[in-house]
């Protein structure tokens, strides 16, 4: 795409080519295309004005170097939306406005020759007083060069940054966008950041929603801090401190939407494929693993031949993730996982919990009064009978919906590659707010009636 169709203002890219993909996505509001719906476009491309007085107004504004042949500016410049009698040139985010970046620290060194001659000077003349303390040596430059710039300055000019000025607004232009790269859609993204509007750290300047974006982006991709923070122009530190802060209040904020269902809603959300065959059926369960770098023995997996987490899933009929266990070593049992993590506390008489053939815990749950489905055993003899392939095919028939969500758990690749060391103690965490996102998701069945 030609730099004419670009916005010309320093670090705005709304250019027609984004314009164009947002008019063929789908309105959800009005139920087509948004090109043919009676939704305004997100922006316009407005045209350099011919009048030569206005063309060097423009290009006053704008303050280009190298200004194109054609001059776009987008409606996001306009206190009008557009050029008007009143306000005919840009004059809203033009790009240098926002605050210097801070100068890197530089180390001085001093060294202190002393000859015969300066010996003999020292003697001469009356020392003169100079003192230079650690504080004074160590001392940051780009603080002496910004004092102007405090903290009550950085967040008046962190208020008056708009979408414009965001990364996140130029990431997520759709659904698509939005799901690639926190793994929810675009609305369902937009109301998450207003939730988490007052746990913000006021010693971040970057707007709030670029933080929980590249906390998402993170968790969905796995990428490296080093690449995240030159996408959101900031320092790996601070990336890794914005990242650190949000995994703790995103699953403080996101904790509840992992909720045990209550029997009754159960029963009203199940799927017509257990209605037939398992009218009483509370909940699925199975393990799942994910490597790491640790060097442990209690984490190594002979499965895997490697050092693993482990935890388990819970997922009601319906496809909603009700529980999520904290994070074991490979080497514990799917039975130990199960007595250790607390689901047990959870069930009541009468339920019905369906596993694979792993989870030898009939013993645990017969204790409760709770009755375990699980595929048929060979045991001595040679092949299953005629009834017991049939009740084994039923039971893998609907035990397919937990391994559909732990799959949505492993979209996230956090969960699904190896686990970088330095985020290994916020894996519980970890587990727990994928869990959450997972269920902020569209239904996993939709035969519910």
Not at 66 to 81: A, G, L, Q, T
Not at 260 to 288: H, R, V, Y
Request: with cysteine; hydrophobic share 35%.
């Amino acid at each position: 795409m030609s730099s004419g169709s670009t916005c010309a203002v320093v670090g705005c890219h709304n250019n027609s080519r984004k314009l164009k993909n947002a008019l063929e996505t789908f309105c959800l509001e009005h139920q087509q295309l948004r090109r043919a719906c009676p939704c305004s476009p997100p922006y316009a491309l407005h045209s350099m004005l011919r009048k030569e007085d206005r063309k060097l107004a423009w290009l006053a504004a704008l303050r280009l170097k190298h200004p194109p042949k054609r001059v776009y500016v987008c409606s996001f410049h306009f206190i009008d939306k557009k050029p008007t009698e009143l306000h005919p040139d840009p004059e809203l985010y033009l790009g240098y406005d926002r605050p210097p970046p801070k100068k890197r620290r530089k180390l001085t060194r001093t060294t202190l020759s002393v000859t015969a001659s300066s010996q003999a000077s020292i003697s001469t003349q009356p020392p003169e007083p100079h003192l230079h303390s650690v504080h004074t040596q160590w001392e940051d430059p780009s603080q002496q060069d910004h004092q102007y710039c405090d903290r009550s300055r950085r967040k008046d000019v962190q208020d008056k940054m708009t979408q414009c000025d965001e990364v996140a607004y130029f990431i997520l232009q759709n659904d698509a966008d939005a799901l690639l790269y926190t793994g929810i859609a675009l609305e369902t993204f937009n109301t998450l950041v207003s939730t988490l509007e007052g746990y913000d750290n006021n010693e971040f300047t970057v707007p709030v929603r670029d933080q929980v974006l590249m906390t998402l982006m993170k968790l969905k991709s796995n990428r490296v801090i080093g690449d995240l923070s030159r996408q959101f122009h900031i320092s790996q530190i601070m990336a890794s401190k914005i990242i650190s802060h949000w995994l703790d209040k995103l699953e403080e904020v996101l904790r509840p939407l992992i909720p045990w269902l209550p029997k009754e809603t159960i029963q009203a959300t199940m799927p017509e494929a257990f209605k037939k065959n398992f009218p009483n059926a509370t909940c699925i369960i199975d393990c799942s693993e994910t490597r790491n770098l640790g060097s442990r023995g209690e984490s190594y997996s002979h499965y895997y031949s490697h050092n693993t987490v482990k935890y388990l899933v819970a997922v009601a009929p319906c496809g909603l993730i009700m529980f999520v266990s904290a994070a074991y070593g490979g080497r514990c049992s799917d039975k130990f996982i199960t007595m250790d993590s607390g689901i047990l506390t959870y069930l009541k008489p009468g339920d019905e919990v369906m596993a694979d053939r792993g989870f030898t815990i009939k013993d645990l749950l017969f204790e409760r009064k709770v009755r375990l489905v699980i595929p048929a055993f060979t045991k001595k003899r040679r092949q299953l009978t005629e009834e017991q392939v049939t009740y084994t095919r039923r039971i893998a028939n609907v035990r397919i919906h937990v391994e559909r969500a732990i799959r949505r758990l492993k979209v996230y690749k956090i969960l699904s590659q190896i686990v970088p060391i330095s985020m290994a103690p916020k894996v519980d965490k970890i587990l727990r707010i994928c869990a959450a996102l997972v269920n902020l998701r569209e239904d996993l069945i939709r035969d519910t009636q």
